[in-house]
C-alpha cells in the first residue's frame, strides 16, 4: 500500500485503535465547489439568455408601426386589419365626406397640387371646422380598427396623442392621406 497513510494512534491505555489500520481518505471538498460553481455559470447563462430575449421583444421597432401593431403583424391579423398604424382609407373617407366630396374628387385637387387645407378653405371650412373634421376622421378611423380588433384602447390614445398635431402638420398628414 504505497499510496496509502496508516493511522499510528494509539488509545491512552496503550491498545491500538480499530482505526489505525484504515487508510486515509482524501477529501472529496474539492468537488462540492466546483459543482456549484458550474450550477452557477448555467443559472448566469439562462438568466443573460431569458434578459436578451426580453429587452429584443421589447425594443421598438425601425419603421414607424407601433408597437402593438407590429404584435398583431405576427399573429394572425384579423379580417379587415393590416398592419399599418390606421386604415387611411377610412380616414380619407371621413375626411371627403366633411367636404361633402368624395375620395376621388379630393385626390384629383390633391394631384392638381392642393393641399387638403386649402380645398377645405375653398369649400368654406373655417380653421376650427377643419381641425374638428381632421380629428373626427382619426376618431373614426381608430373607432373602426378596434371594432375589429386591430388595435386596443391604449393603442387608439396613443395614436390620437400622436398623430394630432398643428394646423401644418395635420394638414401635410391629410393631404398625403389622398396620395
Same mark, same amino acid.
Given at each position: ?8 494512534? /494509539? ?49 421598438? $421597432? ?19 386589419? $393590416? ?18 366630396? $368624395? ?12 393641399? /387638403? ?8 371650412? $373655417? ?46 398628414? /391629410? ?5
Amino acid at each position: 500500500m504505497p499510496n496509502e497513510i496508516m493511522h499510528d494512534s /494509539f488509545l491512552p491505555d496503550g491498545e491500538a485503535s480499530p482505526l489505525g489500520n484504515r487508510p486515509v481518505r482524501h477529501s472529496r471538498k474539492r468537488l462540492l465547489p466546483l459543482l456549484l460553481l458550474l450550477l452557477g455559470v448555467v443559472i448566469l447563462a439562462g438568466g443573460g439568455i431569458g434578459l436578451v430575449s426580453l429587452l429584443n421583444a421589447h425594443q421598438p $421597432t425601425a419603421s414607424g408601426i407601433s408597437a402593438s401593431a407590429s404584435k398583431v403583424g405576427q399573429q394572425s391579423l384579423p379580417q379587415g386589419c $393590416t398592419p399599418a398604424r390606421i386604415p387611411l382609407n377610412v380616414v380619407a373617407q371621413d375626411a371627403a365626406n366633411g367636404l361633402h366630396l $368624395t375620395v376621388d374628387r379630393v385626390k384629383a385637387q390633391v394631384h392638381a397640387g392642393k393641399s /387638403f387645407a386649402q380645398i377645405a378653405t375653398a369649400r368654406g371650412i $373655417t380653421a376650427q371646422q377643419l381641425r374638428a373634421l381632421e380629428i373626427h376622421a382619426l376618431q373614426q378611423a381608430n373607432n373602426y380598427w378596434l371594432g375589429l380588433g386591430c388595435i386596443t384602447r391604449q393603442d387608439v390614445t396613443n395614436n390620437m396623442q400622436r398623430d394630432v398635431g398643428d394646423a401644418a402638420y395635420m394638414d401635410s398628414e /391629410f393631404t398625403d392621406a389622398f396620395r
